[in-house]
């Protein structure tokens, strides 16, 4: 198996189509016709800080809520059962502490209030972690960021030129009208012309007809439409990823009350042992076979 580790740090919008759903189960079992191939594994942890693991008592059963409308975070599986990288990630972690663990399902504009009201200890989905969010509860450090990224033709990477800055000039670029993408396309992508679209996938048929030249919007959405039926091998990604917290956020992380601080300190602990002992990088495959990154 051949990956590449990369030291790499965002988030992005959150996703309601449902093809995207059944784009996800599709790519599930293609992870082993990937593994010969190179993936891109973010790592969001400083291998020089040596966490110490807090003590949270063995007996505290820990209560995570996940929404199970963002694939391939957090999802049912064919069973009904909660999965995704963000729930197995979770159980893994109270695996490595020695913890008892549920998973409950909640409506995701519900999360944060069902752990307010201590109807959950800790949410495991994709809330973008904010300066208010930290005022609010106590945050881990992000486990996953979605970058931005550029998506064009040819299909096969080996038949595309290295990316430079330079290849977009005199390019159409098409965005999604109104996010964070199409500032950024707009603030450092000036020597191109922008097209905006009202959703992705017009941006996404755009490309395939040849009405634009590039997409740009988050890797997430892209890696899954590029791996999937929909884009039919057409396409692939070209430059980035695009970190810029200031466009695309700081990332998402595990979410614990305030006065809980110990639990997201063992959660931390526990998210840095997972990626040393390659746990994280098991997951990530498993979910990610066209990494975002």
């Known amino acids: 198996m051949r ?16 093809w995207l759903l059944a784009t996800a189960l599709f790519l599930a079992p293609l992870v082993g016709a990937t593994q010969a191939q190179t993936v891109m594994i973010p790592n969001f942890w400083d291998p020089k800080a040596q966490l110490e693991r807090p003590e949270v008592p063995a007996s505290r059963m820990i209560r995570f809520l996940v929404d ?10 064919l069973d009904g059962t ?11 972690a109270c695996e490595r502490l020695g913890l008892t663990c549920t998973v409950q399902v909640r409506r995701f504009d519900t999360l944060l209030n069902a752990l307010s009201e201590k109807q959950g ?5 994709a809330i973008p ?3 208010e969010l930290r005022q609010r509860f106590a945050v881990t450090a992000p486990y996953f960021k979605i970058p931005a990224r550029l998506v064009t033709k040819p299909a096969q990477t080996k038949d595309m030129p290295a990316f430079t800055a330079k290849l977009l000039q005199g390019k159409t670029i098409g965005v999604v009208e109104g996010t964070a993408h ?3 396309a707009r603030a450092f992508m000036r020597g191109s012309t922008l097209k905006p679209y009202p959703e992705l996938t017009a941006a996404e048929a755009a490309l395939k007809s040849g009405a634009v030249d590039y997409i740009f919007a988050d890797g997430l959405s892209l890696a899954l439409w590029v791996g999937g039926e929909d884009a039919g091998g057409c396409c692939a990604f070209a430059g980035g990823p695009y970190l810029e917290s200031r466009f695309f956020g700081e990332g998402i992380g595990f979410i614990a009350r305030a006065e809980d601080d110990a639990l997201r300190r063992a959660l931390d602990y526990a998210l840095q042992q997972l990626w040393k002992e390659g746990k994280y990088a098991e997951l990530y495959l498993r979910f990610f076979p066209i990494s975002p990154f």
């Not at 200890?121 to 989905?125: K, N, P, Q, Y």
């Open 3 to 18: 990956y590449i580790i990369t030291n790499v740090a965002y988030f992005g919008r959150k996703i309601k189509s449902p």
């Open 68 to 77: 199970d409308d963002f694939p391939p975070l957090h999802f049912p599986g």
């Open 82 to 92: 909660p999965t995704g990288f963000s729930v197995e990630l979770a159980r893994a």
């Open 121 to 125: 200890d800790v949410v495991a989905a």
């Open 129 to 131: 972690v904010t300066a």
């Open 182 to 184: 199409e500032a950024f």
